[in-house]
């Protein structure tokens, strides 16, 4: 996928840091399969982590890092979704498709963290919070561009600041400066 790397970055992560590493109202899209693509696609990621998986997942995470505070946000997750297709034309994906599911994002609960949209390079990329009240309830991404797209979300109570307590591990990028942390 060309787009740039710290949006590529932040798919991958909450898409595969967290869990190890419905309707448009709440926090779990309805996502397509998009099996109709798999075909076209040079490059095709289908993961979906939920229920017994993600328990699983979960235990292995334990293992490797002791059942620490930092696993508590792996806990609240219920599921993890990505799909991601890399395409070698332009337009071989209906963007009406990925419309849809970005559509969702409208709807109630849901709140913007992040919108980068850039009309030459047909790169644009959201990043969508569901909240009930200041409770986190779930996360998308989409990140589409001519030739690929990503679909991420996570669902469960995701706390800021256990978030911000496991940043630099897992996988997950390290985020606050030092001059951050002082303030």
């Known amino acids: 996928m060309t787009l740039p790397r710290y949006l590529a970055a932040l798919a991958a992560t909450f898409a595969l840091a967290l869990p190890v ?8 899209l309805r996502i397509p399969d998009f099996s109709h693509l798999s075909s076209k696609a040079r490059d095709s990621v289908d993961i979906t982590l939920d229920g017994f998986l993600l328990r699983i997942a979960q235990k292995f995470a334990a293992a490797d890092s002791g059942d620490s505070e930092e696993l508590a946000i792996l806990r609240d997750i219920k599921s993890v979704r990505v799909r991601n297709f890399e395409f070698e034309s332009v337009d071989a994906y209906s963007k009406e498709d990925v419309d849809a599911v970005r559509k969702q994002l409208a709807g ?7 919108q980068v949209h850039r009309r030459e390079s047909q790169q644009h990329v959201d990043v969508f919070l569901n909240m009930s009240g200041d409770k986190i309830l779930g996360l998308a991404v989409i990140a589409s ?11 469960g109570n995701i706390d800021v600041d256990k978030l911000a307590k496991i940043e630099g591990e897992f996988g997950i990028p390290r985020v606050t400066t030092e001059d951050t942390q002082e303030q």
Request: proline residues 15%; without cysteine; charged residues 10%.
């Open 108 to 114: 109630p609960g849901w709140s913007p963290l992040a």
């Open 145 to 155: 561009e001519p030739r690929s797209f990503t679909i991420v979300n996570v669902v």
């Open 21 to 28: 590493t419905g309707s448009a109202a709440g926090p779990e």
